[in-house]
């Protein structure tokens, strides 16, 4: 055993004050060998495990049980049919704790519900479900009489030989395609593998134009409705041409012939220079006044006369 509490768990786990003479270690601790499933075996009841037999609906609260919901269910048998017995087991619902009593019905073999639910009933379509509807029991009499019988075994030999020709039609259509299993696989693997060099050459053309996704085919609608389309402004030409005039222009003075835009900004950048020397000149004059500035910055300087 891993610890001593697990091995008390198994049972397997003998104290020391107990002695074999005093019997069984469940009897020694004085409880059941169910434990909390036989607290009330005295009445009859045996707590189990029940698994929902099929859709119901809740009594209480009319919410739907699924089949297969399993419940902590109290087993009590209830009455025999012949030599089987009749149980009965007693669970609450999980969404409103309403009380579900289930009997078993040893002669139809199923489930009974006695109270607390309801059966959901559920009716489909032969034809939707692709099945066959089973005789009923005045047909399966009617087979037992010959002539009813020989009657209906005339009728369904005249439904084969109407039917005939579509059947035969369909086995040679299906006979002339899977005739050849060798052209069909090599017909397959060709168009396989031009699919695959399709997928193949639309990815390397995504990759150079820079794309990570595969780009398909272009087509006539896809050039008509870029061709709708119309730029209000020039934001994204200004925006390249900006760019462009940044990354080609020097970082150092004099390196490459300057354009108008980088004369523009060296005349400005005089003209502030300019404007912070004589600002600076005022001030040692003494001549400082708080008039003379403002919140955008130097706007002019007065000099005493």
Same mark, same amino acid.
């Given at each position: 055993?891993?610890?001593?509490?697990?091995?008390?768990?198994?049972?397997?786990?003998?104290?020391?004050?107990w002695?074999?003479?005093?019997?069984?270690?469940?009897?020694?601790?004085?409880?059941h060998?169910?434990?909390?499933?036989a607290?009330?075996?005295?009445?009859?009841?045996?707590?189990?495990?029940?698994?929902?037999?099929?859709?119901?609906?809740?009594?209480g609260?009319?919410?739907?049980?699924?089949?297969?919901?399993?419940?902590?269910?109290?087993?009590?048998?209830?009455?025999?049919?012949?030599?089987?017995?009749?149980?009965?087991?007693?669970?609450?619902?999980?969404?409103?704790?309403?009380?579900?009593?289930?009997q078993?019905?040893?002669?139809?073999?199923?489930?009974?519900?006695?109270?607390?639910?309801?059966?959901?009933?559920?009716?489909f379509?032969?034809?939707?479900?692709?099945?066959?509807?089973?005789?009923?029991?005045?047909?399966?009499d009617?087979l037992?009489?010959?002539?009813?019988?020989?009657?209906?075994?005339?009728?369904?030999?005249?439904?084969?030989?109407?039917?005939?020709?579509?059947?035969?039609r369909?086995?040679?259509?299906?006979?002339a395609?899977?005739?050849?299993d060798?052209?069909?696989? =090599?017909?397959?693997?060709?168009q396989?593998? $031009?699919? *695959?060099?399709?997928v193949a050459?639309?990815?390397? %053309? +995504?990759?150079? #134009?820079?794309l990570?996704?595969?780009l398909l085919?272009a087509?006539?609608?896809?050039?008509?409705?870029?061709?709708?389309? =119309?730029f209000?402004?020039?934001?994204?030409? $200004?925006? *390249?041409?900006?760019?462009?005039?940044?990354?080609? %222009? +020097?970082?150092? #003075?004099?390196?490459?012939?300057?354009?108008?835009?980088?004369?523009?900004?060296?005349?400005?950048g005089?003209?502030?220079? =300019?404007?912070?020397?004589s600002?600076?000149? $005022?001030?040692l004059?003494?001549?400082?006044?708080?008039?003379?500035?403002?919140?955008?910055?130097l706007?002019?300087?007065?000099?005493?006369?």
């Open positions: 055993m891993s610890s001593l509490a697990a091995a008390r768990a198994d049972n397997f786990y003998y104290p020391p004050e002695d074999p003479s005093q019997g069984s270690l469940n009897k020694f601790h004085g409880q060998a169910l434990r909390e499933r607290r009330k075996l005295d009445q009859g009841i045996l707590i189990i495990r029940f698994e929902m037999p099929f859709n119901i609906w809740c009594g609260c009319n919410s739907m049980i699924a089949k297969g919901v399993r419940f902590n269910a109290e087993k009590k048998q209830v009455g025999n049919y012949y030599s089987t017995k009749i149980w009965s087991f007693s669970m609450k619902s999980a969404c409103c704790k309403h009380l579900i009593v289930i078993t019905d040893p002669k139809n073999c199923e489930y009974v519900i006695i109270s607390g639910a309801q059966r959901k009933t559920e009716e379509d032969i034809e939707d479900a692709e099945t066959l509807a089973l005789p009923a029991d005045d047909e399966r009617k037992a009489d010959p002539f009813y019988r020989l009657e209906h075994q005339e009728k369904d030999l005249k439904k084969k030989k109407e039917a005939e020709p579509v059947l035969v369909l086995q040679r259509v299906s006979d395609r899977h005739l050849d060798y052209s069909i696989n =090599k017909a397959l693997r060709a396989l593998r $031009n699919q *695959k060099k399709r050459q639309e990815e390397n %053309g +995504s990759r150079k #134009r820079g990570g996704i595969r085919p087509s006539e609608d896809d050039n008509s409705a870029a061709a709708r389309v =119309k209000s402004s020039k934001f994204e030409t $200004n925006r *390249k041409e900006k760019r462009a005039l940044i990354t080609t %222009g +020097s970082i150092f #003075r004099g390196s490459s012939r300057p354009s108008a835009a980088d004369k523009k900004r060296v005349e400005l005089s003209k502030r220079r =300019k404007i912070k020397a600002a600076v000149s $005022n001030l004059a003494g001549s400082y006044k708080p008039s003379s500035w403002t919140p955008g910055g706007s002019g300087s007065r000099h005493r006369t």
